[in-house]
């Protein structure tokens, strides 16, 4: 499984500049994030991975300082897999969700960071649970973050349907991702999607000359 | 059974490799009052006997089975205030779980932290093992109903029925002969009370009470204490039928 993490070849520097959204439809969710890491004007990794496993079907999107959230995030799934594997079975998002919850709560003042954790569980199926600096935790049927997604409000609350099929989600996900990236300076390159279902995990690449807005 | 020198410490093993503490521990169990866990057809009851050792003692006070949290409960069998240290325990554990998970701590989960505290009393001298077999009852969506039963070793397992204290031989041989899984917990009410009426066949002339609990598909699905009047009503008709058993010998 992909992650970022210090002796990978894709150890991240600092960053803020993000894209990374979330969106549920019907049967499954779909996960989309940009692909550009900022070091200030450098562009320090234009194809990175911000799509960070958790657990065989819960992912985290980080946003906010990088040295902050991949800590955190590494600590999470630590702690969820020693969970599950005393569980026995697939642990709840909402899991997950509140053992980052209890990291962005009890360290609010020393911390930078701001999460979206999204999965699926045979409990009550796809979830997305938002995470903003405070440490609160809201779940919604959608969610963005990132500096990218301030430029896509109004797009996404225009676009957004409930129990969208597979292709209008994933249409809706790269356009929306796609227009953050050509209005903010921090977002860019390529787009990666993820489908997650009851029954398989699906990347998507989808290349700079495929993106649909630039 | 003496262990000469063998059962002064908890933390000496004889020389058949028996640890005889533990098993004394389980003897102050043994000669406890009888404690009922069984898995009926739509739930799990819980089940104890008390003595009213004296005509000063409040009725329907002084429980023996306790809620965990609201869809598990726990029954304490021998000493009860070594079972209520490990009560405390267990819903320190649950609780903390809960904080940490977000999702309450299921049967097996909770039974393993429990058990594993019980066994920790068995490794060091200097404290003695609980005289407290505990027994725990749950419901979940996943694993649906569930028993558990730790003994003072620090041994737990998962039953659909068993069974601990004075009458734990004649309970175990009614859990043989009836089958519980086909009985709904309403049913099975009755042979419980007979069950636990005939656990103290030699001392009739005391006074018991009957603590009942149950989490069946009735009453939500939660550990509740079983209502007063089912209780009478049971033990009223578990008399009739023992009485019926005597006059058919």
């Given at each position: 499984m992909n992650y970022t993490d210090i002796l990978s070849s894709k150890f991240e520097p600092e960053t803020t500049g993000t894209t990374i959204m979330a969106v549920i439809y019907d049967g499954g969710l779909i996960i989309g994030a940009d692909s550009r890491t900022s070091s200030g004007q450098f562009v320090a990794d234009r194809c990175a991975d911000k799509i960070d496993y958790i657990h065989d079907r819960i992912f985290c999107l980080r946003s906010g300082s990088a040295a902050d959230t991949q800590i955190i995030?590494?600590?999470?799934?630590?702690?969820?897999?020693?969970?599950?594997?005393?569980?026995?079975?697939?642990?709840?998002?909402?899991?997950?969700?509140?053992?980052?919850?209890?990291?962005?709560?009890?360290?609010?003042?020393?911390?930078?960071?701001?999460?979206?954790?999204?999965?699926?569980?045979?409990?009550?199926?796809?979830?997305?649970?938002?995470?903003?600096?405070?440490?609160?935790?809201?779940?919604?049927?959608?969610?963005?973050?990132?500096?990218?997604?301030?430029?896509?409000?109004?797009?996404?609350?225009?676009?957004?349907?409930?129990?969208?099929?597979?292709?209008?989600?994933?249409?809706?996900?790269?356009h929306a991702v796609a227009h953050a990236m050509f209005r903010d300076g921090s977002s860019g390159g390529i787009i990666r999607l993820l489908n997650v279902t009851k029954d398989k995990i699906e990347r998507e690449f989808i290349d700079y000359k495929d993106v649909p807005v630039k | 059974m003496s262990g000469s020198m063998y059962d002064l410490s908890v933390a000496t093993y004889s020389q058949e490799g028996r640890i005889y503490q533990v098993e004394y521990a389980t003897k102050a169990v043994e000669n406890s009052e009888t404690v009922i866990g069984v898995k009926c057809k739509d739930g799990?009851?819980?089940?104890?006997?008390?003595?009213?050792?004296?005509?000063l003692l409040e009725d329907n006070t002084n429980k023996r089975i306790y809620n965990i949290d609201t869809q598990t409960g726990m029954a304490l069998c021998g000493k009860l205030p070594d079972g209520r240290n490990i009560l405390q325990r267990a819903k320190a554990e649950s609780s903390q779980y809960q904080d940490m998970y977000a999702i309450p701590a299921s049967a097996n989960v909770l039974s393993d932290r429990v058990a594993q505290y019980v066994h920790a009393y068995t490794m060091y001298s200097g404290a003695r093992p609980f005289g407290s077999a505990t027994f725990i009852a749950s419901y979940n969506t996943f694993d649906g109903y569930e028993l558990y039963m730790i003994e003072p070793s620090g041994?737990?397992?998962?039953?659909?029925?068993?069974?601990?204290?004075?009458?734990?031989?004649?309970?175990?041989?009614?859990?043989?002969?009836?089958?519980?899984?086909?009985?709904?917990?309403?049913?099975?009410?009755?042979?419980?009370?007979?069950?636990?009426?005939?656990?103290?066949?030699?001392?009739?002339?005391?006074?018991?009470?009957y603590e009942m609990t149950w989490i069946t598909d009735n009453n939500g699905r939660k550990h509740q204490s079983v209502p007063q009047d089912l209780i009478n009503n049971a033990v009223q008709q578990a008399e009739q039928l023992i009485e019926q058993d005597q006059m058919g010998e």
């Open positions: 995030a590494k600590h999470v799934r630590y702690y969820i897999d020693a969970h599950a594997q005393e569980l026995g079975r697939l642990p709840a998002v909402a899991t997950a969700a509140n053992l980052f919850r209890n990291f962005l709560y009890e360290y609010k003042d020393s911390l930078s960071a701001a999460i979206i954790v999204a999965g699926w569980d045979p409990y009550k199926g796809p979830q997305i649970f938002t995470l903003p600096l405070g440490g609160s935790v809201i779940e919604q049927k959608w969610s963005i973050g990132g500096s990218g997604s301030t430029f896509i409000w109004g797009f996404c609350d225009s676009n957004y349907k409930e129990n969208m099929t597979l292709q209008q989600a994933k249409a809706f996900v790269l | 799990v009851i819980l089940a104890a006997e008390k003595q009213k050792f004296s005509r041994n737990k397992y998962a039953y659909h029925a068993c069974t601990h204290g004075k009458g734990r031989a004649i309970c175990k041989s009614e859990f043989e002969r009836r089958s519980f899984k086909d009985l709904t917990c309403q049913e099975a009410l009755v042979y419980i009370a007979k069950m636990l009426i005939l656990a103290h066949e030699e001392f009739k002339e005391k006074k018991y009470e």
